[in-house]
């Protein structure tokens, strides 16, 4: 067995002494995480972002393009000193206006127009899908209507809870409760599948440490 | 003032211009925008810089004032140092040595980390699952069939379970997922909206 094979088990040991309790074993390891974790992801930035696109290949030729990261960075670094923070505010407000406008462009065509489309292009007519059955006995037809109106419940769920007023009010809040109802039952069921599916794959780690521990201290033949 | 109105000129103006390479197909806007993504990238990866500092501050005042556990900042420090040590001497995160430091306490501190939240999820699971209301009934009933279906003593239970548990997660859970995807995508786009707009600047302090 090699040294850091026995380092790495012990390491594991001592996060599981957590479950005895808070101790200083398991704060040692937790401290050793955090540092490394920092250390390594700072590695990883330096080396594979700001190195390259600064000095390396991947840096513009113009050297007033290549100037403005290096500008920003330094007025970042004057987020260190609360005095000089205002200053800072420029290179933050650079990176949310670009953040936001990329949340904005992923949501509209990463995530609600396949979805939209998604929901919106099932068919329920059982022939789509080389189904001989009438419509009403066909498992495609019920089980694409299942997902039209979860989906569409859960939506009125979340984006539809303004209390209507005017006429027809009584009939609009009517409407929306029974699909926000809907909605509702739908959520449960997609969060204890959810949850089953985190609480195995947690297991599924955890099986994997100790089969890793089997392994490297009676290793198998 | 002064830093706050151009903080918002910055914000509004880089932002539209990003935002406007989603939506115009023009060589020029789609370079710039792309020189724009990559200089947020690399300010993003400096900010990771000023992180490491400000973890640096607030361990060593630790170790100065003589706090509760002052002596695992050590470990922290020490930790820190020799990964960034080790990094630019042997050559950055690629190098064989790096490796060797993130398979042998990396990996294992990660992955027990995450092994171990199995005992609590286990404990949350014992706790979630009270029927108090119909909400609750169908939560534990879902959740115990896509448990149950997923593992080998479902299936010798009852032999539809991995077929139950299948429909679960193709029409009801699909359609959950998929309303709470739209909800949350269109909260995106609003709350990216306003930043974009000016009406929110979380940037100015």
Redesign the interface.
Known sequence: MSAGTLVAAILTFMVWSYLLGDNPAFRIAEHLLVGTAIGFAVLVAWFNVVQPALFGAAAPQSPVLAAVPLVLCLLLMAKVRPAWSAIGNIPVAFLLGVGAALAVGGALFGTLWPQVSATAGLSLDPADYGDPQPVLASTFFWQNLAILVGTIGTFFYFAFNIQPQGPLGGFREAFTRFWSGIGRWVIMITLGALFANTLLSRIALLIGRVQWLLDAFWPAG | MI??T???V??????????A??FVNSDSINALGL?????????????????????LTVHLGKIYSRDK?WP??W??????????GM??LTG???SAW?Q????????????????????F??VA?YR?FRVKS???G??????????LG??PIGARLWDQLPVIKDW???????????????????G??A???R??LGIDR????
Do not use: K
Not at chain 2, 168 to 186: D, K, T
């Open positions: 830093s706050r151009v903080a918002t910055v914000a509004m103006s880089v932002g539209l211009l990003v935002l390479d989603f020189y724009l993504v990559r200089i947020a990238s690399i300010v993003a990866a400096f900010t990771l810089v000023l992180g490491m500092v400000n973890v556990g695992y900042s470990v922290l420090l020490g930790a820190l140092f020799f990964t960034l990094g630019f950055g995160p690629g790096m060797q430091v993130f398979e042998v306490v990396l990996f294992p501190l990660e992955a027990t980390l995450f092994s171990l939240l199995a005992f999820s286990i699971a979630a119909l909400e609750t169908l939560f534990v009933t879902f959740g115990v069939i896509v448990l997923q593992v679960v997660l193709e029409v009801p859970a699909l359609a959950g997922a998929r309303g709470i995807l739209l909800g949350v995508a269109l995106t786009a709350t990216g909206l930043v974009l979380p940037y100015v302090d």
